[in-house]
């Protein structure tokens, strides 16, 4: 149970004393906030006798008349009517709030009715914080989640587990991050590593509880964490995942904890850092090793770690039936993706390799000309972070496919952070301050503004607007000229939606994108030849259009891109546009079809 304590402005207190009513067991009258002509009985009678649907439109028209009286009776008849209707509820209460302090009592029992009775509980309390009424009832908790397909498997990754924080000295901590549906949860390093949680929009930043936590795990409605802080250090605990009831589960020394389903796997230093696992009631602790273990996760069935005699990389069935030996090199920095374990060794942190993760077809992939202090995987891209001992660093962007470095940030961090969503998050080391990074343009977002990060539009991309072509126009003259138009159809007519040019090899590419028909016209040109096709995004079918200057379209693109290892002409022309986007603007060619303009 949380209870919600807010404040009250000294104005409102002044109304509640002047208009509270005078018997314990008579129910509030309702005080106006401004003068308010009678409303005619027949204003009444017509709530009184309406539909549900009616009844929505009247509680419309009553707020934007700021007629909060009707407001408030109609959407009271509505909640008669339809006592699951949610908007009913909030229509009723911002109504009281609107009209005067003296109506916090009937709040109060609309919260108390919504809690047990309204479909969605959460927007209730939501409610009730924005708006800060004199809330005294208890709600429940409450779960983040809005459905059981959002409740994490595994309580972290391994890149946001095993990526070290510099802390002090040489000492280090481990997972400051977790994520589960649409919110994170964070330790402030700045605050002795309290806890928080935000949606990933940034709306709803709130701290949890009174503790400190590091190797953050988030399973359904509980976080598990070790306390980092003051006397208990490194001893573990869960807690409600809205800062409620918080349990200590064992004492004594624990490291690199990992929740998966209902088992907790974790390093037990009151047995030598010995790899455990018990549940997540603290029942059947037993030891997965033999001897001391360190850069531990799990992933799926198996449980991967070090061992600290030196003789190398591990993995344990999560059950402890079966020990594998991955390689004889310490791997002090990995990420699991897919079949793949992309790793780092301690005696050669420039270079990242690869294994199957049972040790097999070792690959080097990436070397770097620093030192390599963590990594983590965003969807496609791998991000790497160099920190020359506070002097300087930089987030490096590399291509999963290539291994090619796309690009480079200045920014003084070690870890790196990846919510499930693939948005990322770091530590700037200059200011101890939390950021969201847009990895394809660097732009940050600090954590803990009051209000939500900004929604993207066309202007805030980079977009500008040219009303006499009824397009938004974005133009790149780096490498290459690239020129983006999308089309307003507020301004004017096109044939296209979407239009992307730019030039390549003494020829012009242009693409169009038909947003209705999920239809891309193709086409290029050589001085007085051309060749133009169209491609389905539904099936992926091609028709040729027409062709001069070549037998065929497809041989006539060939020679555009004088590249024998682009077979197929077709997906990579699409491919080419689709990536641009997404690496640009971190969006699909339909979200950025349908994104409002801006101011």
Known sequence: ???????????????????????????????????????????QEAIAAATADELREMVEQYRNEENYQMAYEAASRLIELDPSD??????????????????????????????????????????????????????????????????????????????????????????????????????????????????????????????????????????????????????????????????????????????????????????????????????????????????????????????????????????????????????????????????CIRDDNYTVWRMRQDGSQIEKVLRYDQPIATMNIAGDKMLLSVNNNGSGGVIIVVDMNSFEILRTFQQITDAIYVENGG???????????????????????????????????????????????AVCLYEQNEERYISIEVHRPEWGEKEYDFRFYTPINDYGLVITYHFNEQRFQVGCDRGETYAVFDYFLKDSSTVDSVVSGAATVKEYFQNMYNDPEITDIYSYSVRLVEQYISDTFDLSIDELCTLPVGE
């Open 1 to 43: 149970m949380k209870k919600i304590l807010c404040f009250i402005m000294a104005l409102l207190l002044c109304l509640l004393a002047a208009c509270s009513s005078p018997g314990a067991e008579q129910a509030p009258e309702i005080a106006t906030a401004k003068e308010v002509t009678p409303t005619p009985t027949t204003a």
């Open 86 to 343: 949610t908007d009913a509820y909030i229509a009723a209460m911002s109504a009281l709030n609107a009209i005067s302090a003296a109506n916090y009592e009937r709040i109060n029992a609309l919260l108390a009715q919504g809690v047990e009775d309204a479909q969605d509980a959460q927007a209730l309390a939501e409610w009730a914080q924005d708006n800060q009424p004199d809330c005294t009832i208890e709600l429940p908790f409450i779960s983040d989640y809005k459905s059981d397909d959002q409740i994490n498997t595994m309580g972290t990754t391994s890149g946001n587990l095993l990526n070290d924080f510099h802390r002090e000295f040489e000492f280090w901590e481990t997972g400051l991050f977790t994520s589960q549906g649409d919110w994170i949860y964070f330790s402030r390093a700045d605050e002795g590593f309290t806890i928080y949680k935000m949606r990933t929009d940034g709306s709803q930043y709130q701290r949890l509880g009174e503790v400190s936590g590091s190797c953050l795990n988030v399973v359904g409605d509980w976080i598990y964490f070790r306390n980092p802080m003051g006397d208990n250090q490194r001893e573990m605990y869960k807690m409600r995942t809205d800062g409620s009831e918080c349990i200590k589960l064992l004492d004594g020394i624990r490291d690199y904890i990992c929740v998966s389903g209902d088992w907790i796997y974790y390093a037990n230093g009151n047995d030598n850092f010995r790899y455990y696992r018990m549940r997540t009631d603290s029942s059947e602790n037993m030891a997965l090793t033999e001897g001391s273990a360190c850069y531990m996760c799990v992933y799926g069935e198996w449980a991967y770690y070090c061992l600290t005699d030196e003789s190398g990389f591990y993995r344990t069935r999560t059950d402890g039936s079966e020990t594998q030996h991955l390689t004889g090199r310490i791997v002090s920095l990995y990420c699991m993706e897919g079949d793949w374990i992309y790793y």
């Open 423 to 469: 948005n990322v998050y770091f530590v700037d080391y200059n200011n101890m301050k939390w950021y969201l990074m847009n990895i394809h343009t660097g732009k940050l977002n600090e954590l803990g503004y009051e209000l939500p990060f900004e929604k993207p539009t066309l202007l805030n991309l980079g977009f500008r607007a040219d009303h006499d072509n």
